[in-house]
């Protein structure tokens, strides 16, 4: 499985932003696809996630109510839309997809459990 993340740039805070993770190759093994981040200084963290079967989704209370995670099956595609951004969402976002054998929802912020990365896209929010 290939991922390539697309659509960082800088914004203003209060701006917002969509992300895009395209992924190609064998995707059928992928069950859940989930965004992350890592900050300047900062540890990965987790994002957003979403179920390629099904509607749920999952967040971080950093960002809740303000990204939606979404996906386009047919195009095999994710997004993260990202409004009302901050400074502190100043981040390289990184896609990722872990299959079957990690499906339940308490793997979604367990870095290890994902098998494959996309190379990131530098969002930076300016104060």
């Known amino acids: 499985v290939q991922l390539q993340a697309s659509g960082g740039g800088l914004v203003q805070a209060g701006g917002s932003l969509r992300l895009s993770c395209a992924a190609s190759?064998?995707?059928?093994?992928?069950?859940?696809m989930g965004w992350f981040r890592q900050g300047p200084g900062k540890e990965r963290e987790f994002v957003a996630a979403?179920?390629?079967?099904?509607?749920?989704?999952y967040y971080a209370d950093s960002v809740k109510g303000r990204f939606t995670i979404s996906k386009d099956n047919a195009k095999n595609m994710v997004y993260l839309q990202m409004n009302s951004l901050k400074p502190e969402d100043t981040a390289v976002y990184y896609c990722?997809?872990?299959?079957?054998?990690?499906?339940?929802?308490?793997?979604?912020?367990?870095?290890?459990?994902?098998?494959?990365w996309g190379q990131g896209t530098l969002v930076t929010v300016s104060s």
């Open positions: 990722a997809t872990r299959g079957l054998r990690y499906y339940s929802e308490s793997y979604n912020r367990d870095q290890s459990r994902y098998d494959y």
């Open positions: 190759g064998q995707t059928s093994g992928s069950y859940t």
């Open positions: 979403i179920r390629w079967g099904g509607t749920s989704t």
